[in-house]
């Protein structure tokens, strides 16, 4: 056993178990412990970052696709609303022109009527004043006057005279 | 013990008496003579506890590693957001990747708390351990020592420098380290299964009782050969390229000494000793890295193992 490398050395066997021993408890006590234990809470965070970040994307897209349809309603409506206030506008236009002529065909339909009462009525009032101017040219013609029946049995003759050249 | 000199003595040259390569590479490899610890202390039950050079690489190793450790993490940890940056940054990938590569395959979601810190403190440590030995502090010390501090023969600076650095290349460092892999198999059979299950699941069960008279003794006997195969592979790969390393440089002093020349020597250092040594130091880079992490993963699948027993 001369060779040192092959030298059984229990002394340094036992140092060495102790040392790494030594070092183990040191060691997991003040660092790997400590240093796990992080790792995994790290490890715990990132994922739910990462599934933070996940779900934050799918609402995003969610609600995009939400707006989107929104937009999309809201478009069809306006459509709608504008088509309706257009028909709404047309119908209303028609009615008014209608009520427009109904009333200027009232208004024309009462100026005839007035003009047809106005103008019976001034022939009314000619006709009486060509009886008094009749009778008056006739007294003046007659040169005296007649009595009283005389004189109503001449404007009914006259009269009759008229009515029959009339017709 | 035949291995007293000082290394400086051999690195310069060993001009007075003839170089001994094979003696000078036993010296830079392995530890340093009992009969002259660093530290000596007393003799307790027939076992030796002087601190030798491979002590003293064990707890600088363990110092530096916790210092390091410990205050990289405690610093990050006190940051408001867990954002590691720089040596946190190294670390943090380095714990990462033996948990969720080196442990949690293995031992299973349930337990790769309980045992994520003695790996990676065996990783770690290993890596560490096996790393120190490729930096060349004591042969700066020792040049230094040369030409600067002229430290006397027996001052704590010159004995310091006798014997590899490389602790994990000595059996007895990487048997205590096994020992550990050994007491935690059991642990965790244990801490799994009940202290008496533990052991009834080293061999399948409800099998006809003469095949138990050859599976018994296998199953013990293969107990015990795990952490050696660890204890082995570990000291014999760190031991080996160091050897090689020193082989291919001891060249210099041969040829100096078989030409009579220091040219000759200087000659073959440029040419093949210190390309080929530079080389090999690229392929330890990985041996270190590999060979820590070997250790780690079996003691891995073993306490796996002893947890999820497939028979």
């Not at chain 2, 006190?78 to 867990?82: A, E, I, N, P, S």
């Not at chain 2, 031992?107 to 337990?111: N, P």
């Not at chain 2, 014997?163 to 994990?168: D, F």
């Given at each position: 056993m001369d060779n040192p490398l092959v030298q059984p050395d229990p002394g340094l066997y036992i140092w060495t178990i102790l040392t790494f021993l030594v070092l183990l408890t040191a060691l997991a006590k003040f660092a790997w412990g400590p240093l796990l234990k992080a790792l995994e809470s790290r490890q715990a965070t990132i994922r739910k970052s990462l599934d933070d970040a996940k779900l934050a994307t799918e609402e995003l897209a969610r609600l995009q696709q939400e707006s989107a349809q929104i937009v999309r309603q809201a478009r069809v409506e306006a459509e709608a609303i504008i088509s309706q206030s257009r028909t709404d506008a047309a119908r209303l236009r028609d009615e008014m022109r209608q009520k427009a002529k109904a009333e200027s065909d009232g208004i024309v339909k009462n100026a005839e009527r007035q003009i047809q009462l106005e103008t019976t009525r001034a022939l009314e009032q000619i006709r009486h004043e060509a009886i008094d101017l009749s009778v008056a040219i006739a007294s003046k013609i007659i040169q005296r006057n007649l009595s009283k029946e005389d004189n109503e049995k001449l404007i009914d003759e006259a009269l009759r005279q008229v009515e029959t050249r009339k017709h | 013990m035949a291995f007293q000199e000082p290394a400086a003595e051999h690195l310069a040259g060993a001009a007075a008496e003839t170089f001994n390569a094979g003696r000078t590479i036993l010296e830079h490899v392995s530890n340093s003579s009992r009969e002259h610890p660093l530290i000596h202390l007393p003799t307790l039950a027939g076992i030796d506890f002087s601190v030798t050079k491979h002590v003293l690489m064990l707890w600088l190793v363990a110092g530096t590693v916790f210092v390091l450790v410990t205050w990289a993490i405690r610093r990050y940890l006190?940051?408001?957001?867990?954002v590691p940056s720089g040596f946190m940054n190294a670390l943090e990938a380095i714990v990462e990747f033996v948990r969720d590569s080196i442990v949690l395959p293995n031992?299973?979601?349930?337990?790769v708390n309980t045992w994520t810190p003695l790996v990676l403190t065996l990783f770690i440590f290993i890596v560490s351990a096996n790393a120190i030995g490729l930096i060349p502090i004591f042969d700066v010390l020792g040049v230094l020592n040369h030409w600067v501090?002229?430290?006397?023969?027996?001052?704590f600076i010159v004995r310091v420098m006798?014997?590899?650095?490389?602790?994990?290349?000595n059996f007895n460092v990487t048997a205590a380290l096994a020992t550990i892999t050994f007491l935690a198999i059991i642990v965790a059979g244990t801490k799994a299964h009940g202290f008496v299950k533990h052991w009834e699941n080293l061999v399948p069960h409800g099998l006809a009782a003469p095949i138990y008279v050859i599976l018994i003794p296998i199953e013990l006997m293969g107990m015990f050969v795990r952490p050696f195969a660890l204890t082995m592979r570990l000291a014999a790969n760190m031991t080996g390229g160091h050897i090689a390393i020193l082989a291919i440089l001891s060249f210099v002093f041969l040829f100096t000494e078989r030409f009579g020349t220091a040219i000759a020597g200087i000659g073959v250092g440029f040419v093949l000793s210190v390309p080929m040594a530079f080389g090999i130091s690229l392929l330890e880079i990985i041996v270190v890295l590999v060979q820590a992490y070997v250790f780690s993963l079996l003691t891995a699948v073993f306490i796996g193992m002893a947890i999820h027993v497939h028979h």
């Open positions: - | 006190r940051q408001d957001r867990l031992v299973g979601k349930k337990w501090l002229h430290a006397g023969e027996e001052s006798h014997g590899g650095s490389t602790a994990t290349a």
